[in-house]
């Protein structure tokens, strides 16, 4: 949200192409977030459903924001240009904020959980035994 309103709030060109860049930053963040609690949250024949689902989403998104962004920028609403092609983004990020409480799943914890925590901890065992043979060898 706070790329789409640095967007709609530019000054000029540069600000504009610079608030994009952090648009795609974030869009490419949040893909495998997404896949993540799908392959988490289903498993078997409805998780193919719920990834067809889902990549059918996104390539409609994809196709009709263009319509729609043309259409919000050619209507010219309240005289300001392109503005309200990302701004509107701002209302609608805030009620899906809101909202996703309610509509994702809860961390279920289980097999999932302990196998990450086990990595993560290995890993700052690794760490700090490294650390210990450094020392070692000073």
């Known amino acids: 949200m706070a790329a789409s309103l640095l967007c ?6 540069s600000v504009l192409v610079g608030g994009r860049i952090v648009q795609a930053c974030g869009g490419a963040l949040m893909i495998p977030q997404v896949l993540s609690i799908i392959q988490l949250s289903y498993e078997g024949r409805v998780r193919d459903r719920a990834i067809a689902l ?4 996104l390539a409609l ?53 302990c196998r990450a925590h086990r990595r ?7 760490v700090r035994v490294r650390g210990q043979i450094r020392q070692c060898f000073r």
């Open 8 to 13: 709609g709030l530019a000054p000029n060109a």
């Open 54 to 57: 889902y990549s059918m989403v």
């Open 61 to 113: 998104g994809v196709a009709l924001g263009q319509v729609a962004g043309g259409m919000i920028v050619g209507a010219d609403l309240f005289d300001i240009s392109r503005r309200p092609a990302f701004l509107i983004n701002i209302p609608v990020g805030v009620v899906l904020l809101a909202l996703a409480p309610r509509l994702l799943p809860g961390d279920r914890g289980g097999r999932h959980q």
């Open 120 to 126: 993560a901890a290995a890993g700052k065992r690794a």
